[in-house]
């Protein structure tokens, strides 16, 4: 992070998640005497993988299918064609992320400047962009964005487009030091 810091690398957090609709929503208020309903299915509706830096950079990709090693690596890829400068990607230890595919890459994507760094094993609170899920999962999404897949997604799309604009994490610098 004092490379980030100082300008000498860039440092992005990196996890993938899934979204169905069975709303994450931890209370709600109703009027006295009235009971509301939300619709809960179990319906899979996309997985996300995103890359989030502290100074608030957000990259997303989403894809109807299970996040796999080919996936990651498409992702990265992409990644290692826009960087400006040393990229360090911080990865979790799913197996996806460690796997022979994923890591025969390596070289090549240091060879252009990306770098990986796993976590220690069962870490996901040094994972930023952990916080950046918790928050659209259990804040930034409403009730009526699980009405339908469609809906879902539209409102998972506004969110990711408008990260550092009408959405956004602060995280406390004060934490790191």
């Not at 990607?89 to 025969?104: F, G, M, Y």
């Not at 796993?118 to 870490?123: C, E, G, I, N, Q």
């Not at 899920?133 to 339908?148: G, H, Q, V």
Request: glycine content about 4%; overall charge negative; aromatic content about 12%.
């Amino acid at each position: 992070m004092k490379l980030e810091d100082i300008g000498v690398i860039d440092l992005l957090f990196s996890d993938e998640t899934g979204f169905n609709l069975t709303p994450s929503i931890p209370y709600g208020w109703q009027p006295i005497g009235e009971q509301l309903t939300i619709r809960s299915a179990k319906d899979h509706v996309c997985n996300w993988y995103g890359l989030l830096s502290r100074k608030g950079s957000l990259l997303t990709w989403s894809t109807p299918q299970n996040i796999n090693s080919d996936f990651i690596i498409e992702c990265l890829d992409e990644l290692v064609a826009q960087i400006q400068r040393p990229t360090v990607v911080v990865l979790d230890n799913a197996p996806w992320h460690i796997s022979k595919k994923v890591r025969s890459k390596e070289k090549k994507w240091n060879e252009n400047d990306l770098y990986l760094f796993f976590l220690p094993v069962y870490s996901p609170n040094l994972n930023l962009i952990e916080m950046l899920w918790r928050k659209i999962k259990y804040e930034w999404l409403k009730a009526d964005d699980y009405l339908s897949a469609k809906t879902l997604k539209k409102a998972l799309h506004r969110i990711v487009t408008q990260y550092d604009e009408e959405f956004s994490v602060n995280f406390s610098m004060s934490f790191f030091a």
